[in-house]
């Protein structure tokens, strides 16, 4: 980022320069040094905006070299930039693949729904290893951010290689939590598959697909709207029991 800023710097110190020497040695209007300036530092190669003094040639002559110089430093520092954050995102990569490979008993969260946060911030609580699979980069870096320990995967939670590198065959358990139930079903599939000692619960909101998780081997299957509703009928019958409560002491 230091090197985006230099460049940027430069340039507009460069600009600066022409205007003011355009100025000051042929005493043109800021309009046509600005016209000038910019033509030169650009080496487009348009007329001049009038004629120029042998100063002015010089000058202009400096003006030139200096820009090309620039914009030879400008490719070489942007180009460097660019190749730095790929191989810091691939480094970040490795470095999260090594500490999930030294994980055992840990917990694979499929999916970044909202759901997801709520999760891990219990499972934080009981300080679990927590590693979330998705391929939402931005779901995931939010995840990061608010979650400094929780190690993320990007790739579909569908993907064999994905659950491998987050370390599936060493998980305690692994969690379907994304927004479809057949992808939620296809994890539960994969697992079985791949890691048939990992206990793995699911999320399903159809019922169908929540009895053929179950056949497949998921351990338990949660529908969220049920447990919702089993809660706030709960809340309604125990208000209505406090208040019969209330009236028989009064009665």
């Known amino acids: ?11 507009i110190t460069i600009v600066v320069i022409g205007i003011c020497g355009y100025g000051l040695i042929e005493g043109w209007p800021i309009g ?16 001049e905006v009038h004629e120029l003094s042998g100063a002015g ?5 400096a003006l030139v070299l200096v820009s090309i110089g620039f914009m ?7 180009t460097s930039y660019i190749v730095e954050m790929d191989l810091n995102g691939a480094f970040l990569r490795r470095r999260t693949l090594r500490m999930i490979q030294s994980l055992k008993d ?12 709520a999760l891990i911030e219990r499972l934080a609580r009981k300080r679990v290893a927590v590693v979330v ?26 993907s064999e290689l994905s659950l491998a590198n987050a370390g599936v065959l060493e998980a305690k358990t692994v969690i379907a939590a994304t927004s479809s139930d057949v992808d939620n079903l296809l994890i539960g599939i994969t697992c079985r598959d791949i890691g048939p000692d990992v206990q793995v619960y699911a999320l399903s909101i159809d019922p ?9 081997g998921i351990q ?6 049920e447990l919702i509703s089993d809660h706030v009928a709960a809340l309604v019958f125990n208000m209505s029991t406090k208040e019969e409560a209330v009236a028989d002491i009064t009665a």
């Open 106 to 117: 840990h917990v694979i969260i499929c999916g970044t729904e909202p759901v997801v946060n």
């Open 220 to 225: 338990e299957v949660v529908n969220p709207a």
């Open 32 to 47: 046509d040094s600005i016209y000038m300036t910019l033509i030169t530092v650009a080496t487009v190669g348009y007329c």
């Open 1 to 11: 980022m230091n090197r985006f800023v230099s460049v940027v710097a430069a340039l």
């Open 72 to 78: 030879v430093y400008a490719s070489a520092s942007l």
């Open 208 to 216: 169908v697909l929540g009895n053929r998780m179950r056949k497949v």
């Open 57 to 61: 040639r010089a000058f202009t002559s």
């Open 133 to 158: 699979v998705d391929t939402d980069t931005k779901r995931l870096e939010e995840i990061r951010t608010r979650f400094r320990r929780v190690l993320t995967v990007e790739g579909s939670p569908t």
